[in-house]
């Protein structure tokens, strides 16, 4: 089979099949002991593999972040609970529910971003380190990091907001008595 610009691989594939049954003295029922391939089917078979994998990989991603939401959200309830004798005195005192709720929702930012940032220093550490090893070339994409962290505020945001509306919702009197 002799390659001309402009073939048209359907025609090589089949001329190739042809051949290759002769060769191996095939009989005309019989079904094909080879397989024929061309770079555009296994491109479309590595496409297929990578969009399942980003696929998978981002369920996962969605996962941690629900789970890590629901730590914060744990973690700011029992934060409003241990002080509520002290939200009980700065109501009392004047502050405003959206004060108190602004209070909150920054402790809860706080504690998503300074977690996401730990995450991307782990992963950046785990790259550096596992890079030479796997032979394979390092790029940092500040975007990629940026928006990672903007994910871990917004998580602080969604999950520290219910915490911080029951601590702002708290009534003094009540909350001064608390023990």
Known sequence: ???????????????LTSLLRDRRKLADGADNN??????AQ???TLSGTTQLMTSLLGAVAAVSL????IGIMNIMLVSVTERTREIGVRLAIGALEGEVLLQFLIEAVVLAAAGGLVGVLLALAATLALSPLMQLPFLFNPGINALALFFSAAIGVIFGY???RRAARLDPIEALRHE
């Open 1 to 15: 089979v002799s390659m001309r610009d402009g073939a048209d691989a359907s025609r090589v594939t089949s001329a």
């Open 34 to 39: 080879f397989n024929v391939l061309d770079t």
């Open 42 to 44: 296994l491109a479309q």
């Open 66 to 69: 629900l789970v890590g939401g």
């Open 162 to 164: 219910f915490p911080a």
